[in-house]
């Protein structure tokens, strides 16, 4: 469920973009009745599309304080990203501030687990896995920079993406490469930790 809860405002991002392009003209007048300027059909879907993705960062972040529970610190960044990205995209009608959207994300999550690293001495991944498995010291750190490495990876290959391929293209990789790219390097990840996790950690 909660990774369904986390995927939620890329989910309707793909639905939002998909929906309004196969209904170009209501999409087109919802779009100018929103932004109150004349938009054109082809940047309606990605205008929408946008402005339900910070609906949704919003709504999921009011329904954890409504059950009282804690947000996340990285829910607070994305929620400040897709803000000033997504609001420069609705603001300025140009698709390429939410392109960037991602790709800020990757790298915040590569630059917090390398900086917690290198300047306080504190590995984010372990924080999160130590509950759940035992293992060296040594393949914690290797575990960590794999993780920094594989956002650095990913927010390259957003960028590629979405300025080398049309919009449409772009969309559909947001959910089905992001995803799918995921869940092949924790599985990758996974054959590489069935090797050591039944040693003991390090003292």
């Known amino acids: 469920m909660k990774v369904l809860f986390d995927l939620l405002p890329v989910l309707l991002f793909f639905a939002a973009y998909k929906i309004a392009g196969m209904n170009e003209m209501a999409a087109a007048d919802l ?23 910070i609906l949704a960062t919003f709504g999921q972040i009011g329904w954890l304080k409504l059950r009282r529970r804690k947000v996340d610190t990285m829910l607070w960044v ?3 990203l897709v803000t000033l990205l997504g609001g420069a ?3 300025f009608h ?23 690293a290198m300047l306080f001495g504190k590995n984010l991944i372990r924080s999160v896995l130590e509950a ?3 293992l060296p010291d040594r393949i914690w750190s290797r575990l960590n920079a794999a993780w920094a490495g594989f956002f650095v990876l990913m927010g390259v290959l957003n960028l590629y993406v979405a300025f080398s391929f049309t919009e449409e293209t772009w969309v559909n990789f947001k959910l089905f490469g992001g995803m799918g790219l995921m869940l092949l390097f924790v599985i990758g990840q996974g054959m590489y930790l069935s090797r050591h996790v039944e040693e003991e950690p390090q003292q």
């Open 78 to 80: 994305t929620l400040g």
């Open 31 to 53: 779009a100018t009745a929103m932004l109150g300027t004349e938009i054109g059909i082809k940047q309606a879907p990605i205008l929408l599309a946008t402005a339900v993705t």
């Open 94 to 116: 140009d698709p390429v501030f939410i392109k960037w959207k991602p790709t800020a994300v990757y790298w915040l999550f590569a630059i917090s687990l390398l900086a917690s």
């Open 89 to 91: 995209t609705l603001v």
């Open 132 to 134: 759940q498995m035992s």
